[in-house]
């Protein structure tokens, strides 16, 4: 029975994590595909109204017109328009900001990450507004104002800072299931030097309310104790399957998990107490 309760147990907080996980992929998706599609919107609409290249209307039926000739015959070459330059970038500068405020109806703030994937042009733009914040004319620094857009990234205290790696990470299990984030992990690089460095300081030279909050969430102190936890898991789910945990040798379907079962039996009396109870308590033994 108590091996019983432990699977339930287990498996209730597993389908509570995928559930969790599917919910934040579903939503950012949305926000995402909501946000290119308007921004698609946005650019067609800027498309129909020539806003990048404006002409004016007469200009074909002008071209159809007779050249007019001067007093003595000659032909006189019809004065050119300049491109409007101004009017241009003014258009262009708008279509910008009002992706910018898609953006925000989206996200909920004006701060675009360097790296946004979706619109590195707008995340480009919004860079270089920051830059330019001094030399932008008065009207457009008004409507950047308006919506609330930051011209100066205030310089985090190292507590934002921690606090903002330490919510990335919470992401990350909410989507992975634990805390075992690689030191070169590719899709947040930063995220897997943040985490490697909590496991240089360790327990006793991090600040207790740190250390308290990392090990609400299940932080693995020791990257070779996530790896055990990892295969443990493994085992578990292999029992929840097959009813027991007699791995076979060479098992095809994960002949790692099959070696590391044959060496916990081998080593069972030189491992540590904690882990001999937690594979005392599925059968393991």
């Known amino acids: 029975p108590m091996y019983g309760s432990f699977s339930c147990a287990l498996l209730r907080k597993s389908l509570g994590m995928y559930e969790e996980k599917e919910e934040f992929l579903s939503r950012m998706q949305h926000l995402e595909e909501e946000f290119l599609s308007r921004t698609q919107h946005l650019e067609a609409s800027a498309s129909l109204t020539n ?31 300049p491109m409007n330059e101004h009017g241009r970038r003014d258009a262009q500068w708008e279509a910008m900001f009002q992706k910018l ?38 009207h457009r620094y008004e409507k950047l104002e308006s919506i609330g857009f930051a011209f100066s990234i205030v310089q985090k205290s190292p507590e934002e800072a921690w606090t903002q790696m330490y919510n990335r990470l919470v992401e990350f299990k909410m989507l992975h ?10 899709d947040d690089p930063k995220l897997g030097r943040w985490v490697h460095t909590q496991r240089c300081h360790g327990k006793r030279s991090i600040k207790p309310d740190r250390r308290k909050r990392l090990d609400e969430i299940g932080f693995v102190w020791s990257a070779l104790e996530g790896t055990w936890d990892s295969m443990f898991e493994r085992l578990v789910a292999y029992k929840e399957q097959h009813g027991n945990c007699f791995v076979p040798r060479g098992f095809k379907a994960d002949p790692k998990l099959s070696v590391w079962t044959m060496n916990q039996r081998l080593r069972f009396k030189q491992l540590p107490e904690h882990r001999r109870k937690r594979l005392e308590e599925i059968g393991l033994c």
């Open 51 to 81: 806003w990048h290249n404006p002409v004016p209307v007469l200009s074909k039926f002008e071209n159809m017109q007779e050249t007019p000739k001067t007093a003595e015959g000659t032909i006189s070459q019809p004065k050119k328009t």
């Open 101 to 138: 405020c898609l953006y925000k109806e989206v996200h909920g703030n004006c701060f675009v990450p360097r790296d946004y994937i979706h619109d590195l042009k707008l995340a480009k733009w919004v860079m270089n507004q920051r830059v330019r914040r001094h030399s932008l004319p008065v």
């Open 177 to 186: 299931g634990n805390c075992c984030v690689p030191v070169k992990y590719a």
